[in-house]
């Protein structure tokens, strides 16, 4: 049973407009979630995080939604840049972290 | 920012041998390392915690005695896969916390390794 879903393997969105990338997960005593984001080749990076008693986070063109009754978080990218292609991992933690499967983002010039 | 590197980026090996992958962090120390195993178009799979001078914990359905962790110093953990199948093939990525960093959920991830087995 998957704990953390991202359901969109892939996404694709014009250069300057919004991206939004998604992800559910089913363990209510997750506490602590994070965006990774990763290039071919590449671990993966650290983007943004959002605690559990937050409902949002912000840092300059990433912000992170979390809402606890619908076990749901998102991260907005705004504007979006050729640069922002690349595989969004969310991860969610109740002590180690559980990977969603990734979005493949691309942002078209 | 925190480097951590992995050793080899790229290895393939012939069916039953061992494959031993190094994981160091590069300009702090790491109490504790993790290794991932990725699947082609997969989420990141936990396998095992290692942690500097002691036995590492390892995942439910991951075999300790094939897949080998060492930690023993607070730049270097390594993963050895005993005995490689085919079925091992797939992309090893560590990760390592900074044992210096005011938060606990901060971990940087190597580029990982690329394991064919023949």
């Known amino acids: 049973d998957q704990q953390v879903k991202q359901n969109s393997p892939s996404l694709s969105v014009q250069e300057g407009r919004i991206s939004i990338l998604n992800c559910d997960y089913t363990?209510?005593?997750?506490?602590?979630f994070l965006w990774y984001k990763k290039y071919p080749a590449e671990g993966p990076t650290f983007l943004i995080s959002i605690s559990s008693i937050k409902d949002k986070n912000e840092d300059g063109r990433f912000t992170v939604f979390l809402n606890k009754s619908a076990k749901h978080l998102s991260l907005h990218i705004v504007p979006s840049q050729p640069g922002d292609s690349a595989v969004y991992f969310c991860?969610?933690?109740?002590?180690?972290?559980?990977f969603g499967d990734g979005t493949t983002l691309t942002v078209k010039p | 920012g925190a480097v951590v590197s992995q050793h080899p980026s790229r290895v393939i090996c012939k069916s039953g041998t061992s494959v031993k992958i190094e994981c160091r962090s590069l300009?702090?120390?790491?109490?504790?390392m993790f290794w991932y195993r990725q699947f082609p178009k997969k989420s990141l799979m936990l396998m095992a915690t290692?942690?500097?001078?002691?036995?590492?914990?390892?995942e439910q359905g991951v075999e300790k005695d094939k897949f080998l962790i060492n930690h023993a110093s607070l730049t270097l953990s390594t993963l050895t896969v005993t005995s490689a199948h085919p079925e091992d093939s797939s992309f090893y990525i560590c990760?390592?916390?900074?044992?210096?960093?005011?938060?606990?959920?901060?971990?940087?991830f190597g580029p990982g390794t690329r394991l064919t087995v023949l």
């Open positions: 363990n209510s005593m997750f506490d602590y």
């Open positions: 300009d702090f120390q790491a109490t504790t």
């Open positions: 290692s942690n500097e001078g002691s036995k590492a914990t390892y």
């Open positions: 991860a969610a933690k109740a002590g180690k972290s559980t």
């Open positions: 990760s390592a916390r900074d044992r210096t960093a005011t938060s606990t959920d901060t971990q940087y």
